[in-house]
T-cell receptor, first 113, second 115 residues
Framework: DAKTTQPNSMESNEEEPVHLPCNHSTISGTDYIHWYRQLPSQGPEYVIHGLTSNVNNRMASLAIAEDRKSSTLILHRATLRDAAVYYCILRDGSGAGSYQLTFGKGTKLSVIP | EAQVTQNPRYLITVTGKKLTVTCSQNMNHEYMSWYRQDPGLGLRQIYYSMNVEVTDKGDVPEGYKVSRKEKRNFPLILESPSPNQTSLYFC??????????????FGPGTRLTVL
């Protein structure tokens, strides 16, 4: 499986935008880029996913590099509730891949009031 | 409300005493899965199920059993728990379909301590 690389931790001030990077230089053409986050003492929750084009939803935006070897999760205005571990995960979209989510260590985001 | 529920949320037990952690989802999902989360090791898949009566091993199945007799339930069974199974356990579910855009929904977790 293609792997992802994320910084161990990041800090942001409350109400500032946050850009969480993810490198995935061995991504294949059928891999989707998924982001999940895990708030303290909770199970992981889906944030966003994309293939080639940038994506927006109510929680965040996903910016994907043209060569797809990296991506950035953007939280437009960080709140205290956004303090969590964010995981960047590649999933094979060809239909042949498994449904298993392979979690790395993720990025622990701290939000400073 | 769409959700995955797990019971119990916390459990302290002793080595060798059989236990079951229940998982139930109300979204009519075909796919269900169990993960364990340990410090420094992240989340690892234990078992998964693609539908009723269809289960398969994940990355760390040793010491665990599962069953899928009904679509909504996917219990995790530890026949003879050992201290190395002390962990935080998560159940997850999703729909099936072509491609893998299917969001997985996770339960709140069960913290198990085996003495």
């Amino acid at each position: 499986d293609a792997k992802t690389t994320q910084p161990n931790s990041m800090e942001s001030n409350e109400e500032e935008p946050v850009h969480l990077p993810c490198n995935h230089s061995t991504i294949s053409g059928t891999d989707y880029i998924h982001w999940y986050r895990q708030l303290p003492s909770q199970g992981p929750e889906y944030v966003i996913h994309g293939l080639t084009s940038n994506v927006n939803n109510r929680m965040a935006s996903l910016a994907i590099a043209e060569d797809r070897k990296s991506s950035t999760l953007i939280l437009h205005r960080a709140t205290l509730r956004d303090a969590a571990v964010y995981y960047c995960i590649l999933r094979d979209g060809s239909g042949a891949g498994s449904y298993q989510l392979t979690f790395g260590k993720g990025t622990k985001l701290s939000v400073i009031p | 409300e769409a959700q995955v529920t797990q019971n119990p949320r916390y459990l302290i037990t002793v080595t060798g005493k059989k236990l079951t952690v229940t998982c139930s989802q109300n979204m009519n999902h075909e796919y269900m899965s169990w993960y364990r989360q340990d410090p420094g090791l992240g989340l690892r898949q234990i078992y998964y199920s693609m539908n009723v009566e269809v289960t398969d091993k994940g990355d760390v199945p040793e010491g665990y059993k599962v069953s899928r007799k009904e679509k909504r339930n996917f219990p995790l069974i530890l026949e003879s728990p050992s201290p190395n199974q002390t962990s935080l356990y998560f159940c997850a579910s999703s729909t099936l379909g072509l491609g893998v855009n299917n969001e997985q929904f996770f339960g709140p977790g069960t913290r198990l301590t085996v003495l």
